[in-house]
C-alpha cells in the first residue's frame, strides 16, 4: 500500500477529508509548534494551503497537494562532504508554480539559469539585432485548461519561427501569465533579432492562432534587467483567492510557464520550470553536499545553531522581486 493509499485509508475509517488527514500529519509529528502557540498569520495561511490542497485533491492531484500544504514547514539537515563538514539546514518546499514561498526561488533559478545568454548577446551584439519586448495575447473564456495552455505556447513559437524564416541567430523567451483574478492567457516575449513590424507581426498571429491582439516594442532595458523584468511574473502568485490558485495549478500541471527557442535554448539547454531544486555543493567550501536523514521542523533546526543555507542569497536578492 501507498503512503497515500494509507492516508486514504486513514481518512475514510475516521470520517475525514483526505486534506484534514494531511492537516493531521503536520501536526501530530513530533516537535511542531501545538495548535494552541499558532498565531492568527499561521491559521490564516494553514487555512488557505488548505483551500488550494482541496482544489487539488478534487482534481486529484494529491501529492501536489500534499507537498503544498507542507511547503517549508519542515526542513532537513545537510552536512559536506569536505575536511571541514559544515552542516546547514534547508526546508522542503513544495516547488508548486504558484506558491508565494516558491515563486521568488524560480524566479532567482531561472535568473541565473539565462542571465548569461544575455549577457553574451549584450557584448556580441549583431548588426540590426535587438532586444524587444513582444506580447501575445488569447481570447480569455472565463476558464483555463492544460490543452488550451498547449495549443497557446506552440501558436508562440510558431509564430516566431514564421517570422523568422531564413533568419538566423535570434532567440526569444517567454512567460505565460494570467491577468491578476482572472483568466487572460498571455504571454510576454523577449525576443533577440532583427526588426518586426507591428503590423506584420499581427497579421501572422493572427494567420497562425487566430487572435487578433498583439503588441511590440524595444525593450525598456538591456541585458540582465530585461530578463529580470520579464521573469518577475513567475515570482508572484496572480490571485489572492485560493481556488483561483489551485485551478492555477491545475491547467498547468505538465505544462511549462517559461519557455526558450533558438539561441536562448541552444546556449541555456532544457528549462528547469517546476522542477524540484536542490543544493548540491557547500556555500563554504565547494564539496558535494549530502542530505542526513530525517525531517525536521524548521524552528528546531534553526534552534539547533544550524545555518540557512540559503541565507547568503536572501542577502543579495534585489528587494523588488519579493
Excluded at 486534506?19 to 502557540?37: A, C, I, T
Excluded at 491545475?250 to 535554448?265: E, I, S
Aim: with cysteine; charged share 30%; proline share 4%.
Amino acid at each position: 500500500m501507498t503512503d497515500l493509499d494509507q492516508y486514504q485509508a486513514d481518512a475514510n475509517e475516521w470520517g475525514i477529508s483526505l486534506r484534514e488527514r494531511f492537516e493531521l500529519d503536520v501536526h501530530v509529528r513530533e516537535g511542531l509548534k501545538p495548535l494552541d502557540q499558532m498565531t492568527t498569520e499561521d491559521h490564516e495561511e494553514e487555512d488557505f494551503r488548505g483551500k488550494v490542497g482541496d482544489v487539488l485533491i478534487a482534481n486529484r492531484l494529491f501529492s501536489k497537494a500534499k507537498r503544498y500544504m507542507e511547503c517549508s514547514r519542515f526542513g532537513c539537515r545537510l552536512q559536506c562532504q569536505g575536511e571541514a563538514k559544515h552542516e546547514f539546514f534547508s526546508p522542503l518546499y513544495c516547488d508548486l508554480r504558484f506558491c508565494p514561498r516558491c515563486g521568488p526561488r524560480q524566479y532567482a533559478r531561472l535568473v541565473a539559469k539565462y542571465s548569461p545568454v544575455l549577457t553574451h548577446v549584450q557584448t556580441h551584439s549583431k548588426r540590426g539585432y535587438l532586444l524587444r519586448e513582444l506580447t501575445f495575447t488569447s481570447k480569455n473564456t472565463g476558464s483555463l485548461i492544460s490543452e488550451q495552455i498547449r495549443r497557446f505556447n506552440e501558436d508562440v513559437k510558431k509564430t516566431l519561427e514564421k517570422l523568422m524564416r531564413n533568419v538566423k541567430d535570434w532567440g526569444a523567451i517567454w512567460c505565460d501569465e494570467v491577468g491578476f483574478d482572472n483568466t487572460n492567457l498571455h504571454a510576454h516575449v523577449l525576443f533577440y533579432g532583427p526588426y518586426i513590424e507591428q503590423e506584420r507581426l499581427a497579421e501572422v498571429w493572427r494567420q497562425v492562432s487566430g487572435f487578433e491582439v498583439v503588441y511590440i516594442r524595444k525593450a525598456h532595458a538591456s541585458g540582465i534587467l530585461a530578463l529580470r523584468h520579464l521573469l518577475k511574473y513567475v515570482s508572484k502568485p496572480p490571485s489572492r483567492n485560493p481556488e483561483t490558485i489551485g485551478l492555477l495549478e491545475v491547467a498547468f500541471h505538465d505544462r511549462r510557464r517559461v519557455h526558450a527557442v533558438r539561441v536562448f535554448y541552444n546556449f541555456a539547454g532544457a528549462d528547469p520550470d517546476n522542477l524540484e531544486s536542490k543544493w548540491d555543493k557547500c556555500p563554504e567550501c565547494g564539496a558535494p553536499l549530502s542530505r542526513l536523514p530525517g525531517i525536521h521542523r524548521i524552528e528546531e533546526l534553526a534552534l539547533q545553531g544550524l545555518k540557512f543555507i540559503g541565507s547568503d542569497c536572501l542577502k543579495r536578492r534585489p528587494k523588488w522581486t519579493n
